[in-house]
């Protein structure tokens, strides 16, 4: 399929990603080992350094604007969200150097939004690692910079993302009306995976992503925040396989009825989901486990492994029209806050 | 519904557990720390008792062949293939320790054979820590036992099933003919769960049989082991989830291309599954996920946490007559080498 064949170019990707053309140099006493660093690489393309070694590869499409908004319609996006590469999120910095490097980061996000003439918005990132930092940075990029939300991990520092311990952040997200976006990183499970390093993207990151939402319905993220818009990236990764069985136990173990006020179906139809699966038939199961309202489109662009053809994908799937503009932009405009939904 | 709706009780559960009324009085110079014995509970339980703490409270229909006998037609159950309770499986112990333990409950299962009628088939557990101690069991369940399989945790020690290093043993199990049935033990992702202590068979479980299925395909196992067959425990966990982002990364990554032979699709619909996923639209996805040849029936009967009604759910979810034949019996008999599949 190609443009051509497209209805129209209305789409909304909620999932994207950046990456500066260059990284600040380190303002302290104490240069952190994992600072990031670019390096030259091939045509077009620079290699992202951490800890001296080079974690990507990455094409000029991560910074260069101008580029980025070329391929948007073949996308058949009219609106692309983008949000800092996930390593690049920092948990593991001494926290006023995570800080430095974020606020950096956000900077350069909102300068592609200002000069995309309306077609990018921005997720800022966060020092989740500390909190009075976070919700700091948080009010930066929500008033100041005017972004519709942040990208958070899917764990921080290895405490799942519901876990109650960050709720004073998601109480901040829900006062300010900011939209949060779960990105997968650094992920468990690495200890059963068999096979080359990009097994973790392929294999890690959906696992953690499924750990995560689901440890936002174990801990009743969506009772307990009912006004917070969250989303979740890789179409929830594994949840939607782990749903039915929550739901089952949820009827028979006494002690997990009893910890959660609402069922974990229940509870899961209030989350979003991006439609980052890569298979028509798992697009349509996530319709049918999540409802039609919960899901907006992901790319993943401009990496490797994105979607090429995520609009055209959702429309070859055989949804009603209502469910296809849901799908392509209004549950998106729903998640960002961008208007509200007739 | 219940037994008079059904068409017939024609259903082969593979996925069942045995824990024996007693567990043997240690022989040997060091008691384990963490050997299992019973204790008295409330009437027709017994409380299995390890590292001195409850590990669960189980009912007499673990041990007691007449009572699950008595409940097999209502389930729509002809046959019902039993295995121990995972927990039993024993892989931490002391080799030698492990191997005494396990004999004693191969020997309890193929007396629940014996008295069955030919009602109830089992599978064994070997010692897998040890490979030369693991496959003498694997020949003694299959050459002196008769049973037609074994069943395996989802990793050995935090070691994934498909490990190469478990190679030997495959080898062993391909030679005899021994149907190797996959269940979810001490899953990673432990710290991410947030809630009771009952998410590890929740969560934990489905997620460490997704990870274990996918190592088995990342490292080639259907097609190293073209004979082996193999299933997997609550509907291959999460791999329906994340079968089509590994499909993907196949095409994407080179390293991941040359690094499996067949397509990581491919080697999936080589693989067995059982249905116990609780959910008529996931079953209808696993289906469409993993080929209709390869899906057979489990219950985790007689845990609190089973499946009361596995045939009748799978005659409610409109599958055609052939592949309503597959999932109840067909493909288990097949999985289990009891007969040619015509």
């Not at 899917?154 to 976006?181: K, M, Q, T, W």
């Not at 294999?203 to 009912?226: E, H, K, M, W």
Request: one cysteine or more.
């Amino acid at each position: 399929m190609n443009a051509k064949t497209m209805r129209c170019a209305c789409g909304i990707d909620a999932h994207a990603h950046v990456i500066p053309e260059n990284f600040p140099a380190y303002i302290g006493s104490k240069l952190p080992g994992d600072w990031p660093s670019m390096a030259p690489a091939q045509a077009c393309h620079r290699n992202v350094m951490i800890s001296g070694k080079v974690y990507r590869t990455v094409s000029d499409k991560c910074w260069d604007t101008g580029k980025r908004l070329a391929d948007l319609p073949a996308m058949g996006l009219k609106l692309q969200v983008v949000s800092p590469m996930p390593e690049l999120l920092s948990y593991w910095m001494a926290p006023a150097d995570a800080q430095q490097l974020l606020r950096y980061l956000n900077d350069q996000i909102a300068g592609m939004v200002a000069e995309s003439g309306g077609a990018l918005a921005g997720l800022g990132a966060v020092p989740l690692q500390d909190m009075d930092l976070a919700i700091a940075e948080l009010e930066y990029v929500v008033k100041v910079l005017g972004f519709p939300g942040v990208e958070v991990g899917s764990n921080i520092n290895g405490i799942a993302i519901g876990d109650p311990r960050l709720d004073p952040f998601f109480e901040a997200c829900e006062a300010l009306g900011a939209a949060v976006f779960v990105h997968a990183i650094r992920p468990a499970g690495m200890e059963r995976l068999v096979g080359p390093a990009s097994l973790q993207q392929v294999i890690g990151y959906p696992g953690d992503v499924g750990l995560a939402a689901a440890s936002c319905i174990t801990s009743n993220l969506p009772v307990r925040r009912p006004n917070l818009r969250i989303a979740f990236s890789h179409g929830g990764g594994t949840l939607a396989s782990l749903l039915p069985r929550l739901e089952q136990g949820w009827d028979v173990f006494p002690a997990l009825k009893d910890s959660m006020a609402q069922s974990p179906r229940e509870q899961a139809g209030k989350l979003f989901y991006d439609t980052l699966v890569f298979d028509t038939p798992t697009l349509r199961h996530l319709v049918a486990s999540f409802g039609s309202t919960q899901l907006l489109v992901g790319t993943d662009y401009p990496f490797n492994f994105h979607d090429r053809t995520p609009v055209e994908r959702i429309e070859a799937a055989g949804f009603d029209e209502a469910t296809l503009a849901q799908l392509t932009h209004r549950n998106a405009e729903r998640f960002l806050g961008l208007k509200a939904n007739p």
